[in-house]
Structures are given as structure tokens and as C-alpha cells.
């Protein structure tokens, strides 16, 4: 309740250990090859054990053990932006990012596999929840897994509305967020 993880553009990680009345700015090494810390990083997820991932440009992905006090860069192979990202059931990895980009890996970052969306809509998005997996992005894309991420179903909203975030309500619904608010939750 006490331990708090930010983290934003420029590498910005921020942690706190007082319940947020006061931050700490962390460094960050260089990713391997580079000779800054100057990734913009998108969005943090937890896995089961306590690990932290932050999803970065350049298809990196962010791991930290320690409440974010360090941090490891695992290479997905992927080149472009990941925005997302959710550890899933049996441990594995699914992230997500910019033209329709969805990959799968074990939890030490390697094996990463893409999994075909057949979309070019960036990825905004991705929860799970005991076997369900929802992943959410631009242009209406809406995925569902409800066998752990072995396999998907598109079903995209209605409107087409571009979807910035999504949850796993009771009874798993999902409930979608997009710039003009709350949608209503998804029907089964």
C-alpha cells in the first residue's frame, strides 16, 4: 500500500515508498547500444510475483524486481513503440503497441512470438484476469481471449470509437474508456 511506481517520457521513473506524500526520481542505465537513458516509456504491469514492466519505444521492455529501484531492458525484437502490456495466467507476457503489434514471451523476456491481430490499430490496451485476456486499442479494436491468451476473437466496438483503456469488470465485463469517457461495458 506504502510502494508506488510512476514512470513517463525521458526515462522518467518516480518511486515512492510512503504512500505517494513524497517521490524519488531513479536513473536508468543506457539500453544496450545506446549511450543515454532517453526512452519514452508508456505504461507499467505487474505480474503475480511482485515484478514490474515498463513498455517502452524501440520494443523494449522494462523489468524491475525491486519496487523499481533498478530496472533490466529485455529486447522484444520489435522496433516500434509498445504501449501496453499484462503478464497473464501461467506467468507469459503479452504486449502490445503501435500498427496492430501483439507479442507473446515468457516472463524473462525471451521467445517472443507475434501474434497476429489482423489489424493495423495500435494497441492502447491489455488486462487479464484469471483466463480472460482483453486487449483494447485505436480505431475500435477490441480482442478477447477467455482461454489465457491461446487464442483470440476480435470483436471491435460498434462505433468505431478509438479505445484508450480498458477493465475486467465482475463477471468479466469489460468496461471501455476512450477520449469522451466511459462506454458503456460490452455485453457478453
Given amino acids: 500500500a506504502r510502494q508506488g511506481v510512476?514512470?513517463?517520457l525521458w526515462s522518467l521513473v518516480l518511486t515512492t515508498d510512503d504512500g505517494g506524500q513524497t517521490w524519488r526520481e531513479q536513473t536508468l542505465d543506457a539500453p544496450p547500444g545506446y549511450g543515454?537513458?532517453?526512452?519514452?516509456?508508456m505504461g507499467l504491469f505487474a505480474d503475480a510475483k511482485g515484478g514490474l514492466y515498463a513498455t517502452a519505444e524501440r520494443g523494449q521492455l522494462l523489468h524491475s524486481v525491486d519496487y523499481g529501484q533498478s530496472?533490466?531492458?529485455l529486447d522484444t525484437g520489435y522496433e516500434?513503440?509498445?504501449w501496453s502490456g499484462a503478464a497473464l495466467a501461467d506467468g507469459s507476457l503479452l504486449v502490445g503497441g503501435q500498427r496492430g503489434t501483439l507479442l507473446h514471451g515468457?516472463?524473462?523476456?525471451r521467445n517472443w512470438r507475434h501474434v497476429p491481430l489482423q489489424s493495423k490499430s495500435s494497441v492502447t490496451s491489455i488486462v487479464a484476469a484469471r483466463r480472460q485476456v482483453l486487449i483494447a486499442g485505436l480505431d475500435g479494436l477490441l480482442v478477447r481471449s477467455r482461454d489465457g491468451g491461446r487464442s483470440f476473437q476480435r470483436q471491435d466496438a460498434e462505433d468505431g470509437v478509438s479505445l484508450t483503456a480498458a477493465l475486467l469488470a465482475d463477471g468479466d465485463s469489460p468496461v471501455l474508456f476512450s477520449?469522451?469517457?466511459v462506454i458503456a461495458a460490452q455485453g457478453e
Fill in 6 to 8: 510512476a514512470v513517463g
Fill in 36 to 41: 543515454r537513458a532517453d526512452l519514452n516509456l
Fill in 71 to 73: 530496472w533490466r531492458y
Fill in 80 to 82: 516500434g513503440t509498445l
Fill in 106 to 109: 515468457s516472463a524473462d523476456g
Fill in 179 to 181: 477520449r469522451r469517457g
